[in-house]
């Protein structure tokens, strides 16, 4: 099989089945969903892989809330704590995961 430039009939001949194939919008719309498969919200939460420095911002901001809300009892202080802590738990898991493959 050569490298160079087909010849002008087998190129016409390609560039008619590229047309062809263009304008078909059934293999378009085929094509278009094969693109790539949509995962779950609980397959990307899995997959998820967070960077130390996000993991440190978020311990930062949990105890600077837990603080907070410790010395002012505020509700919302208390409330925003109640949120990102979780989120920072499940953070620090999931690097902890990552650092310990082999």
Same mark, same amino acid.
């Given at each position: 099989?050569?490298?160079?430039? =087909? %010849?002008?009939?087998?190129?016409?001949?390609?560039?008619?089945?590229? @047309?062809?194939?263009?304008?078909?919008?059934?293999?378009? /719309? &085929?094509? &278009?969903?094969?693109? @790539?498969? @949509? @995962?779950?919200? %609980? $397959? &990307? =939460?899995? $997959?998820? &892989?967070?960077? %130390?420095?996000? !993991? #440190?911002? =978020?311990?930062?901001? $949990? !105890?600077?809330?837990? *603080?907070?809300?410790?010395?002012?009892?505020? %509700?919302? #202080?208390?409330? $925003?704590? #109640?949120? !990102?802590?979780? *989120?920072?738990?499940?953070? *620090?898991?999931?690097?902890?995961? /990552?650092?310990?493959?082999?």
């Amino acid at each position: 099989m050569s490298i160079g430039r =087909l %010849p002008d009939h087998e190129q016409r001949i390609l560039d008619d089945l590229e @047309r062809d194939l263009r304008r078909d919008r059934r293999l378009t /719309r &085929r094509l &278009r969903t094969l693109e @790539r498969p @949509r @995962r779950s919200w %609980p $397959a &990307r =939460l899995a $997959a998820y &892989r967070p960077h %130390p420095l996000t !993991v #440190a911002a =978020l311990l930062a901001v $949990a !105890v600077g809330l837990m *603080v907070t809300g410790i010395s002012t009892s505020h %509700p919302a #202080a208390i409330w $925003a704590f #109640a949120f !990102v802590w979780p *989120v920072t738990l499940f953070a *620090v898991f999931r690097l902890l995961c /990552r650092w310990a493959e082999p």
